[in-house]
Antibody
Framework: QVQMVQSGAEVKKPGASVNISCKASGYTFTMYYVNWVRQAPGQGFEWVGLINPSGGGTRLAQKFQGRITMTRDTSTATVYMELASLTSEDTAVYYC???????????WGQGSPVTVSS | EIVLTQSPGTVSLSPGERVTLSCRASRTLPNNYLAWYQQKPGQAPRFLIYGAFNRPSGVPDRFTGSGSGTDFTLTIARLEPEDLGVYYCHQYGDSPQTFGQGTKVEI
């Protein structure tokens, strides 16, 4: 079955870091980029960045540069996103998505809620 | 970055009616790389349209995308009760990728 399964909900204090995983299955992991987008409560979507599972190269939204790390493990077909120095504005549902070059997101993970609260 | 502006914010219609949703870009989209998604409460979005007017397999033909350049439209020909949700446009041709703020369809 073609799917992306994400890790569960997280509750973090301001200043902490969160690490979210996204495990792909049912397709060739290295053929598709993995994007991360987030959706704050009641809001639209914000692109966070992407990783190329083939070579590990990343492209990040400027506002996150310096506090986000994206990595992948090809042996387990899993992508990881670590976001540091959390603030309440990082409270959102984080989604991983599959993207072929020149195409949009045709597959989404179920979402990982992250709550940042003191 | 390319800003996408969707209108209207909310639309309320009855089953069987036709609805047209708009997405306007702040500048021309490269290759008309514009997608539409449907999101129902508590769910991840569903992919409806890519390349402005292409429909993936499995998407009902009552969903039609059109437009080019800066003006794009999603039309739902005959609303079904399951079509309720929020519809988002997404441009994936320029970095950073951006999304519209969404149009809520109430039935």
């Amino acid at each position: 079955q073609v799917q992306m399964v994400q890790s569960g909900a997280e509750v973090k204090k301001p200043g902490a870091s969160v690490n979210i995983s996204c495990k792909a299955s049912g397709y060739t992991f290295t053929m598709y980029y993995v994007n991360w987008v987030r959706q704050a409560p009641g809001q639209g979507f914000e692109w966070v960045g992407l990783i190329n599972p083939s070579g590990g190269g990343t492209r990040l939204a400027q506002k996150f540069q310096g506090r986000i790390t994206m990595t992948r493990d090809t042996s387990t077909a899993t992508v990881y996103m670590e976001l540091a120095s959390l603030t309440s504005e990082d409270t959102a549902v984080y989604y991983c998505t599959r993207m072929f070059a020149g195409a949009p997101y045709d597959l989404w993970g179920q979402g990982s809620p992250v709550t940042v609260s003191s | 970055e390319i800003v996408l502006t969707q209108s209207p914010g909310t639309v309320s219609l009855s089953p069987g009616e036709r609805v047209t949703l708009s997405c306007r870009a702040s500048r021309t989209l490269p290759n008309n790389y514009l997608a539409w998604y449907q999101q129902k409460p508590g769910q991840a979005p569903r992919f409806l349209i890519y390349g402005a007017f292409n429909r993936p397999s499995g998407v009902p033909d009552r969903f039609t995308g059109s437009g080019s350049g800066t003006d794009f439209t999603l039309t739902i020909a005959r609303l079904e009760p399951e079509d309720l949700g929020v519809y988002y446009c997404h441009q994936y041709g320029d970095s950073p990728q951006t999304f519209g703020q969404g149009t809520k369809v109430e039935i």
